[in-house]
Protein backbone atom coordinates (compact mmCIF):
# COMPACT_ATOMS: atom_id res chain seq x y z
CA UNK A 1 0.00 0.00 0.00
CA UNK A 2 2.89 2.37 0.81
CA UNK A 3 4.04 2.28 -2.72
CA UNK A 4 0.75 2.98 -4.16
CA UNK A 5 0.66 6.23 -2.11
CA UNK A 6 4.26 6.96 -2.85
CA UNK A 7 2.82 6.85 -6.78
CA UNK A 8 -0.17 8.43 -6.13
CA UNK A 9 1.72 11.56 -4.60
CA UNK A 10 4.21 11.80 -7.31
CA UNK A 11 1.39 12.18 -9.66
CA UNK A 12 -0.46 14.39 -7.97
CA UNK A 13 2.84 16.77 -7.92
CA UNK A 14 3.38 16.29 -11.93
CA UNK A 15 -0.55 17.47 -11.75
CA UNK A 16 0.47 20.15 -9.77
CA UNK A 17 3.19 21.13 -12.54
CA UNK A 18 0.82 20.48 -15.34
CA UNK A 19 -2.02 22.10 -15.03
CA UNK A 20 0.37 25.29 -13.52
CA UNK A 21 2.39 25.84 -16.99
CA UNK A 22 -0.87 25.26 -18.94
CA UNK A 23 -2.54 28.17 -16.92
CA UNK A 24 0.48 30.51 -18.04
CA UNK A 25 0.28 29.63 -21.33
CA UNK A 26 -3.73 30.13 -21.07
CA UNK A 27 -4.13 33.94 -20.62
CA UNK A 28 -5.53 34.56 -24.17
CA UNK A 29 -9.01 33.01 -22.33
CA UNK A 30 -8.61 34.71 -18.92
CA UNK A 31 -6.65 31.78 -16.68
CA UNK A 32 -5.85 33.82 -13.33
CA UNK A 33 -2.75 33.16 -11.67
CA UNK A 34 -2.22 33.94 -7.86
CA UNK A 35 -0.66 37.72 -8.49
CA UNK A 36 0.18 40.86 -5.87
CA UNK A 37 -1.53 42.78 -9.00
CA UNK A 38 -5.05 43.68 -9.17
CA UNK A 39 -6.49 42.07 -12.19
CA UNK A 40 -10.52 41.85 -12.95
CA UNK A 41 -11.07 38.35 -13.87
CA UNK A 42 -12.17 38.22 -17.40
CA UNK A 43 -12.85 34.46 -17.69
CA UNK A 44 -14.67 33.16 -14.40
CA UNK A 45 -16.77 29.94 -15.80
CA UNK A 46 -13.21 29.40 -17.79
CA UNK A 47 -10.65 29.15 -14.17
CA UNK A 48 -13.78 27.39 -12.75
CA UNK A 49 -13.79 24.60 -15.35
CA UNK A 50 -10.21 24.47 -16.02
CA UNK A 51 -9.32 23.63 -12.29
CA UNK A 52 -12.03 21.61 -11.73
CA UNK A 53 -12.40 19.51 -14.30
CA UNK A 54 -8.77 19.50 -15.51
CA UNK A 55 -7.56 16.86 -12.47
CA UNK A 56 -10.41 14.53 -13.32
CA UNK A 57 -9.14 14.55 -16.94
CA UNK A 58 -5.73 13.44 -15.54
CA UNK A 59 -7.61 11.31 -13.45
CA UNK A 60 -8.68 9.26 -16.45
CA UNK A 61 -6.19 9.53 -18.43
CA UNK A 62 -3.41 8.15 -15.78
CA UNK A 63 -6.05 5.29 -14.60
CA UNK A 64 -6.26 4.16 -18.37
CA UNK A 65 -2.54 4.28 -18.69
CA UNK A 66 -1.92 2.14 -15.64
CA UNK A 67 -4.27 -0.63 -16.52
CA UNK A 68 -3.32 -0.14 -20.20
CA UNK A 69 0.50 -1.57 -18.73
CA UNK A 70 -1.12 -3.83 -16.22
CA UNK A 71 -0.44 -2.18 -13.51
CA UNK A 72 -4.27 -2.36 -11.82
CA UNK A 73 -3.54 -2.26 -8.28
CA UNK A 74 -1.92 1.47 -8.35
CA UNK A 75 -5.23 2.37 -10.01
CA UNK A 76 -6.59 1.91 -6.00
CA UNK A 77 -7.89 4.52 -5.01
CA UNK A 78 -6.92 6.62 -7.57
CA UNK A 79 -8.89 9.07 -6.00
CA UNK A 80 -5.83 10.04 -3.47
CA UNK A 81 -4.20 11.55 -6.56
CA UNK A 82 -6.46 14.60 -6.24
CA UNK A 83 -6.10 15.08 -2.32
CA UNK A 84 -2.20 14.86 -3.10
CA UNK A 85 -2.47 17.49 -5.86
CA UNK A 86 -4.75 19.56 -3.30
CA UNK A 87 -2.33 19.29 -0.48
CA UNK A 88 0.50 19.91 -2.11
CA UNK A 89 -0.81 22.92 -3.78
CA UNK A 90 -2.04 24.21 -0.63
CA UNK A 91 1.48 23.29 1.41
CA UNK A 92 2.92 25.46 -1.74
CA UNK A 93 1.17 28.54 -1.74
CA UNK A 94 1.84 28.72 1.86
CA UNK A 95 5.48 28.03 1.85
CA UNK A 96 5.86 30.80 -1.17
CA UNK A 97 3.77 33.29 1.21
CA UNK A 98 0.97 33.58 -1.12
CA UNK A 99 -1.71 32.80 1.77
CA UNK A 100 -2.45 36.92 1.90
CA UNK A 101 -3.37 36.49 -1.79
CA UNK A 102 -5.31 33.50 -2.41
CA UNK A 103 -9.03 34.16 -2.06
CA UNK A 104 -9.85 30.85 0.46
CA UNK A 105 -13.50 30.64 -0.28
CA UNK A 106 -12.95 30.23 -3.64
CA UNK A 107 -9.96 27.73 -3.26
CA UNK A 108 -11.84 25.54 -0.69
CA UNK A 109 -14.68 25.38 -2.86
CA UNK A 110 -12.03 24.06 -5.95
CA UNK A 111 -10.43 21.68 -3.64
CA UNK A 112 -13.69 20.14 -2.28
CA UNK A 113 -15.04 20.03 -5.80
CA UNK A 114 -12.34 18.49 -7.08
CA UNK A 115 -12.33 15.89 -4.76
CA UNK A 116 -15.74 15.42 -4.24
CA UNK A 117 -15.68 14.51 -8.00
CA UNK A 118 -12.35 12.62 -8.10
CA UNK A 119 -13.96 10.35 -5.70
CA UNK A 120 -17.18 9.51 -7.81
CA UNK A 121 -15.33 9.46 -10.93
CA UNK A 122 -13.45 6.51 -9.31
CA UNK A 123 -16.12 4.29 -7.54
CA UNK A 124 -18.63 4.79 -10.02
CA UNK A 125 -16.20 4.47 -13.27
CA UNK A 126 -12.33 4.24 -12.69
CA UNK A 127 -13.16 1.35 -9.99
CA UNK A 128 -13.74 -0.79 -13.03
CA UNK A 129 -10.99 -1.66 -15.41
CA UNK A 130 -13.77 -2.22 -18.43
CA UNK A 131 -14.90 0.96 -17.38
CA UNK A 132 -12.38 3.37 -18.79
CA UNK A 133 -10.71 1.32 -21.17
CA UNK A 134 -12.00 2.21 -24.55
CA UNK A 135 -14.81 -0.32 -26.01
CA UNK A 136 -16.58 0.17 -29.03
CA UNK A 137 -19.48 -1.49 -27.78
CA UNK A 138 -19.54 0.61 -24.81
CA UNK A 139 -20.06 3.96 -23.70
CA UNK A 140 -16.77 4.85 -22.83
CA UNK A 141 -16.02 6.18 -26.24
CA UNK A 142 -18.10 8.83 -25.45
CA UNK A 143 -16.18 9.89 -22.27
CA UNK A 144 -12.99 9.83 -24.36
CA UNK A 145 -14.44 11.80 -26.50
CA UNK A 146 -15.28 13.97 -24.26
CA UNK A 147 -11.74 13.85 -22.87
CA UNK A 148 -9.93 14.40 -26.46
CA UNK A 149 -12.19 17.63 -27.25
CA UNK A 150 -11.85 18.78 -23.46
CA UNK A 151 -7.55 18.05 -24.01
CA UNK A 152 -7.68 19.93 -28.03
CA UNK A 153 -9.67 23.09 -26.58
CA UNK A 154 -7.35 23.34 -23.50
CA UNK A 155 -4.07 23.24 -25.46
CA UNK A 156 -4.95 25.04 -28.38
CA UNK A 157 -5.54 28.04 -25.75
CA UNK A 158 -1.56 27.78 -24.99
CA UNK A 159 0.10 31.00 -26.24
CA UNK A 160 3.97 29.88 -25.66
CA UNK A 161 6.11 32.74 -24.63
CA UNK A 162 7.96 34.88 -26.70
CA UNK A 163 10.62 35.40 -24.73
CA UNK A 164 13.11 33.04 -25.72
CA UNK A 165 12.75 33.79 -29.64
CA UNK A 166 13.55 37.83 -28.59
CA UNK A 167 16.42 36.43 -26.92
CA UNK A 168 17.90 34.58 -29.92
CA UNK A 169 17.31 37.46 -31.83
CA UNK A 170 19.23 39.67 -29.27
CA UNK A 171 22.25 37.43 -29.18
CA UNK A 172 22.58 37.22 -32.98
CA UNK A 173 22.26 40.78 -33.71
CA UNK A 174 24.43 41.36 -30.49
CA UNK A 175 26.60 38.79 -32.44
CA UNK A 176 26.60 40.10 -35.66
CA UNK A 177 27.18 43.77 -34.88
CA UNK A 178 30.83 42.56 -32.77
CA UNK A 179 31.72 40.48 -35.88
CA UNK A 180 31.20 43.69 -38.23
CA UNK A 181 32.46 46.38 -35.45
CA UNK A 182 35.81 44.52 -35.25
CA UNK A 183 35.82 44.18 -39.38
CA UNK A 184 34.79 47.90 -40.28
CA UNK A 185 35.36 49.91 -38.01
CA UNK A 186 38.56 51.62 -38.60
CA UNK A 187 37.11 52.37 -42.15
CA UNK A 188 33.28 53.95 -41.17
CA UNK A 189 35.35 56.21 -38.39
CA UNK A 190 37.07 57.01 -40.34
CA UNK A 191 34.76 58.48 -42.87
CA UNK A 192 31.96 59.17 -39.96
CA UNK A 193 31.39 60.92 -36.47
CA UNK A 194 28.21 60.86 -35.95
CA UNK A 195 27.18 57.22 -34.00
CA UNK A 196 23.64 57.59 -34.95
CA UNK A 197 24.77 57.29 -38.07
CA UNK A 198 27.04 54.66 -37.66
CA UNK A 199 24.46 52.76 -35.94
CA UNK A 200 22.22 53.26 -39.10
CA UNK A 201 25.14 52.05 -41.17
CA UNK A 202 26.06 49.24 -38.60
CA UNK A 203 21.94 47.90 -38.87
CA UNK A 204 21.96 47.88 -42.35
CA UNK A 205 24.93 45.82 -43.06
CA UNK A 206 23.66 43.70 -40.96
CA UNK A 207 20.21 43.26 -42.46
CA UNK A 208 22.03 42.73 -45.76
CA UNK A 209 24.59 40.23 -44.13
CA UNK A 210 20.76 38.30 -43.03
CA UNK A 211 19.37 38.53 -46.72
CA UNK A 212 22.32 37.81 -48.48
CA UNK A 213 24.80 35.47 -46.91
CA UNK A 214 28.29 35.19 -47.05
CA UNK A 215 28.01 32.10 -49.50
CA UNK A 216 25.63 33.90 -51.39
CA UNK A 217 27.85 36.73 -51.85
CA UNK A 218 30.66 34.25 -53.08
CA UNK A 219 29.02 33.06 -55.69
CA UNK A 220 27.70 36.69 -56.43
CA UNK A 221 31.26 37.55 -56.84
CA UNK A 222 32.51 34.42 -58.70
CA UNK A 223 29.59 34.94 -61.12
CA UNK A 224 31.03 38.80 -61.70
CA UNK A 225 34.18 37.62 -62.40
CA UNK A 226 32.97 35.25 -64.94
CA UNK A 227 30.04 36.92 -66.82
CA UNK A 228 30.50 40.90 -66.11
CA UNK A 229 26.35 40.80 -64.54
CA UNK A 230 25.99 42.22 -61.03
CA UNK A 231 23.22 40.11 -59.27
CA UNK A 232 22.55 42.96 -56.40
CA UNK A 233 22.32 46.54 -56.63
CA UNK A 234 26.02 46.89 -56.26
CA UNK A 235 27.37 48.89 -58.91
CA UNK A 236 29.38 46.49 -61.37
CA UNK A 237 32.02 49.26 -62.43
CA UNK A 238 33.31 49.41 -58.58
CA UNK A 239 34.85 46.20 -58.94
CA UNK A 240 34.39 45.53 -55.04
CA UNK A 241 33.86 42.50 -53.36
CA UNK A 242 30.50 42.32 -51.51
CA UNK A 243 31.40 43.21 -47.98
Known amino acids: MIEIHILHFILGVILFFIINWIGRH?????????????????????????????????????SAVLYKMGLDKYVTNAY??????????????????????????????????????????????IYKKENILPDFETVSNELWIIILIFLFHTLNQIRISSDKTIKRKENYLE?????????????????????KLKSIIYGLIIYEDFNRPKAARIVENLSFKLTKKTLTWFNASSNRKLY
Open 26 to 62: SYSVGYMQISMFLKVEEAPAFNFLFRIISPIVYLFIV
Open 175 to 195: SRFKHFKNKYDRIISEQIKNE
Open 80 to 125: FISIYYVIFRLCFNIITNRGLLMNWYRQILYWISIISISYFAYTEI
